[in-house]
């Protein structure tokens, strides 16, 4: 069923709309620009706009339509055209994407006056407040804290760079991707930041927007400045730590204007606490001034003392010096990818599984059977062989060096920590970042470290010393979520936030330009390069392909387009590649991992298998198990993995599985220490590192 958008149209919703280009009851058009078709009414009660759900083909999109009782007022639609403008200049994961000519006026049948329309990105998850309700209305916990509000600054960050601010932050325009990225919306409200605003503040010709208990009082006088925006925030963050609006009477004394919520928020420390009320500062000058200071106070927040670790466990360890190890030489014929070190022992590879032709034009169609885990499934346990103490937050990456000789670890608490698993001490802690460090990637030789985080910057380290070698300030915009070596050693690749992948040359040098700059279909959670060198494969909103076989040319392309492949839809958190470069697999937050094999032809390959638990969970990460034993280890956001046999192709489509217990928390990251038959696994909390010893092998 189609909908008219016409304000006078006598029956909008006509059964005969649905087949038809003009609406039955008054010969208005039903495809807005050509394209769009407008399905139903989300919502009246939204300001100045009517939300309406469209559709683009297959595709949903949002359509807000000014009311027509504001058609005359010109400040209205100049705010509401407004939003379009601003939306149009900003690329993040945390904002909506807006269309091409987003905004556009539809001519209804018979009239002069135009229906005001912005087409968008259609967010799929609430809006806080919706959040809240739905959860029970439970205040959130410090860790949730500390994550949406390092993505609600760093929203805020790529705003005011752009010279904006948003003055309406509040619950109801804050949306949840099923991602976990929160994702800041109705820009209508947004004010450029020029000299002519500056000098016009407290004039009457300046619209003020006022939501009550989230705007600050300089904005309420019509004077908003980009810390207004802060102390917004502030407020927001009150609300989901205490499940209590700003304005409650319990938290707040209209008579006195004192602000009391700390003792509903007993699961907040006082670092985090004391950053909250510096936002909520009644002056704007007494909150922080700049997105990077809140970032910067993020980063101590972390730093803090952890609550729930025993002392003895807050400080490090003391660095003993280096042990002299036999170090070996990089095996020649040893997997190029080797991101949590499973090497020799765990050579990735399944044997027998791919058809002899190249995948390098994945195909974006095929069926493929989804497999649950089946009843029949064996149940094994591992045992716990230890713990390594000294992180003092999450834990973000595990890196295995020279065969589990070293583990490599970085966190929130803006280290990387070396560690010996064998007489589990800490080695050495490497202090440079400023904030979370998340990804870290060794080079194919073995002699080098890269890291990077939320800091926006390359790091490179010589191994096994730890010793600063180079470093590329402001690589990326917005925080880097990902990083990957080419087997051949000549580039890295990064990735952020927002979609943003850069090819570096190998070594890194202190100023160096990307050599190429690809943009991908939103966010990128992970990178993996095939093992012939020749492909780029791009995962987190979209499982995308890039052909680098002229990357090594003096003069590469100044841009390449994708092949995107069609999977479950859902957000892709890791990659994994066969041994023999013929399958790759791909997990996601909805529980899935996909498998894809080559087939003969122009399609170049097609989807092979979809494996799913028959728990509601997500993946974290995966590995291809050891050589012959055509395996895939799954880790999730229980405290349970799953190991698929993934078996002959012809002979079993839906293989057996193994579920293994016997793990405290979630597993995020995890390694095999190939000598020993050890797990290593970071996640949940308190910040550990656990190793366990493998059902089956002595202890």
């Not at 000299?195 to 619209?207: E, N, R, V």
């Not at 730590?241 to 700003?246: C, D, G, H, M, S």
């Not at 036999?326 to 499973?342: D, E, F, H, Q, Y």
């Not at 097609?606 to 880790?635: C, H, M, Y």
Request: include cysteine; glycine fraction near 8%.
């Amino acid at each position: 069923m189609s909908l008219c958008i016409n304000p006078r149209c006598p029956q909008p919703n006509h059964a005969d709309n649905g087949t038809q280009a003009h609406c039955a009851a008054c010969g208005s058009s039903l495809l807005l620009q050509g394209r769009y078709r407008v399905m139903r009414l989300i919502s009246q009660q939204t300001g100045f706009g009517q939300i309406y759900e469209a559709y683009d083909q297959n595709i949903p999109k949002i359509l807000k339509v000014l009311k027509p009782s504001y058609n005359h007022n010109q400040k209205v639609v100049d705010l509401f055209r407004r939003e379009g403008e601003v939306l149009s200049r900003l690329n993040h994961p945390g904002v909506p994407r807006i269309e091409p000519r987003g905004y556009f006026h539809y001519f209804p049948q018979d009239s002069s006056e135009p229906c005001h329309c912005l087409i968008m990105e259609k967010i799929d998850g609430p809006d806080l407040k919706q959040w809240m309700v739905q959860q029970g209305n439970h205040p959130i916990s410090e860790k949730q804290a500390i994550l949406w509000l390092t993505q609600l600054t760093d929203v805020l960050h790529l705003i005011h760079r752009q010279n904006y601010f948003h003055r309406d932050i509040k619950p109801d325009n804050i949306m949840l991707r099923p991602s976990g990225q929160l994702v800041l919306v109705d820009f209508g409200a947004a004010r450029e930041m020029t000299q002519t605003y500056l000098a016009q503040l407290g004039d009457s010709g300046i619209t003020t927007v006022s939501s009550a208990g989230y705007t600050p009082p300089e904005q309420e006088q019509g004077q908003a400045v980009p810390q207004s925006d802060f102390y917004a925030m502030g407020r927001t963050l009150i609300y989901l730590v205490t499940a209590r609006a700003p304005n409650d009477p319990a938290i707040y004394d209209s008579r006195t204007n004192q602000f009391n919520w700390r003792p509903y928020a007993p699961q907040i420390s006082a670092a985090l606490a004391d950053l909250i009320d510096q936002l909520t500062a009644t002056a704007a000058a007494h909150r922080p001034q700049t997105t990077q200071a809140i970032l910067e106070a993020l980063a101590q927040v972390r730093l803090a003392p952890d609550p729930v670790m025993p002392t003895q466990s807050a400080a490090p360890i003391p660095p003993p010096a280096l042990p002299d190890w036999p170090v070996t030489s990089p095996n020649p014929t040893a997997p190029k990818r080797c991101r949590l070190g499973i090497s020799i022992w765990v050579v990735v590879g399944l044997a027998g599984l791919a058809l002899p032709l190249g995948w390098y034009g994945l195909s974006r169609r095929g069926t493929a059977p989804v497999c649950s885990l089946p009843s029949t499934a064996r149940s094994l346990a591992v045992t716990p062989a230890g713990v390594l103490l000294g992180h003092r937050g999450e834990i973000k990456d595990l890196k295995l060096w020279h065969q589990g000789q070293l583990l490599i670890t970085a966190s929130d608490d803006q280290t990387i920590r070396f560690w010996d698993p064998t007489r589990k001490k800490q080695i050495r802690s490497l202090t440079q970042h400023t904030n979370v460090v998340k990804a870290l990637a060794l080079t194919t030789d073995q002699n080098s470290l890269i890291s990077a985080g939320d800091d926006r910057t390359l790091r490179l380290w010589s191994l096994p010393e730890g010793e600063a070698i180079g470093v590329i300030s402001n690589a990326h915009e917005v925080p880097i979520n990902a990083l990957e070596v080419r087997g051949d050693n000549k580039f890295l690749a990064s990735a952020d936030g927002d979609g943003t992948i850069k090819l570096w040359s190998l070594p890194l040098s202190s100023g160096q330009s990307p050599r190429l700059t690809l943009k991908a279909d939103g966010t990128v959670n992970d990178l993996l390069f095939s093992r012939d060198d020749r492909l780029l494969v791009s995962a987190g909103k979209a499982l995308q392909l890039w052909d680098l076989s002229t990357a090594d040319q003096p003069a590469p392309p100044a841009t390449l387009a994708p092949v995107t492949l069609e999977g479950s839809g859902a957000l892709i958190n890791y990659l994994a590649i066969s041994h023999d470069d013929r399958t790759l697999v791909a997990g996601s937050v909805d529980g899935t991992v996909t498998l894809w094999d080559r087939v003969a032809g122009p399609q170049g390959a097609t989807l092979r298998a979809t494996l799913k638990t028959n728990q509601k969970t997500i993946v974290n990460s995966l590995e291809l198990g050891p050589r012959g034993e055509d395996q895939v280890w799954i880790a999730q956001n229980v405290p349970t993995m799953v190991r698929w046999h993934l078996g002959d192709r012809q002979s079993q489509i839906c293989p057996g599985a193994d579920q293994i217990s016997g793990f405290t928390t979630d597993v995020w990251r995890f390694a095999l220490l190939p000598n020993s038959r050890q797990l290593v696994t970071i996640g949940g909390s308190p910040s550990q590192i656990r190793l366990w010893q493998m059902p089956g092998s002595d202890p």
